[in-house]
């Protein structure tokens, strides 16, 4: 594809009830990251994955989070029993390998009620 | 892993002058130096990037100066417009064991008055 694509765009759940937030990447990148920004935040980091390297999980905020990717490509985000301070924008990103631009998807905004 | 910090959170100018984001970063071993621009509603995107071996960049009204002794970076932006406006992050990657990570400054709102 021409970039990289989230999708839902959009994200209305109830509370306690599971999501699944899924990021397509540019083909061919190695490099997979997921952030969440809630509003007026900034970029907080929650996991990163590198070709085939064990992920980076450090920014996982609790155990109700994971993420996972198939692959090597499509990238999936996985917020169990959500809580309304889950509600934010969950951003994607890919790069091509080490030290090169990092493109980022247009996100999911995810409310929870 | 790196630790990224970036000064001012907030800056206001006037139409023309100059703004300038310094940022520090932690890891000596880093080697590659992003700023991303995120206008209101929008994906953050890259406006200019330096690595190691060098000390400046410049892209027509933007430049980015990287000093490794002192282990800081700064972005400059000239003759600033209303479109300037926008968040600013620098970030920084560590190439140890967390295999090229990049890290992000807490983010700048620059905002431009006409």
């Known amino acids: 594809g021409a970039g990289v694509s989230q999708s839902p765009s959009n994200k209305v759940t109830e509370k306690g009830k599971d999501v699944e937030l899924r990021c397509d990447p540019i083909s061919g990148h190695t490099a997979l990251y997921w952030y969440r920004q809630s509003l007026g935040q900034g970029l907080e980091f929650l996991i990163y994955f590198q070709g085939n390297s064990a992920p980076d999980k450090s920014g996982l905020p609790s155990d109700r989070f994971s993420a996972e990717r198939t692959g090597g490509s499509v990238s999936t985000l996985t917020i169990q029993r959500t809580q309304q301070e889950d509600s934010a924008v969950y951003l994607c990103?890919?790069?091509?390998?080490?030290?090169?631009?990092?493109?980022f998807g247009q996100g999911t905004r995810l409310t929870v009620v | 892993g790196e630790n990224v910090e970036q000064h001012p959170s907030t800056l206001s100018v006037q139409e023309g002058d100059s703004a300038v984001i310094k940022c520090t970063y932690s890891d000596s071993a880093s080697n590659y130096f992003p700023w991303y621009k995120q206008e209101l509603g929008k994906r953050p995107q890259l406006i200019i990037d330096i690595r190691s071996n060098v000390g400046e960049k410049k892209d027509q009204r933007i430049a980015v100066t990287l000093n490794k002794t002192a282990k800081h970076f700064s972005l400059h932006i000239t003759e600033t417009q209303p479109e300037d406006s926008a968040v600013y992050f620098c970030a920084a990657t560590d190439r140890g064991s967390t295999l090229g990570r990049l890290y992000f400054g807490r983010g700048t709102q620059l905002t431009v008055w006409p």
């Open positions: 990103a890919s790069s091509s390998g080490l030290y090169t631009e990092a493109f």
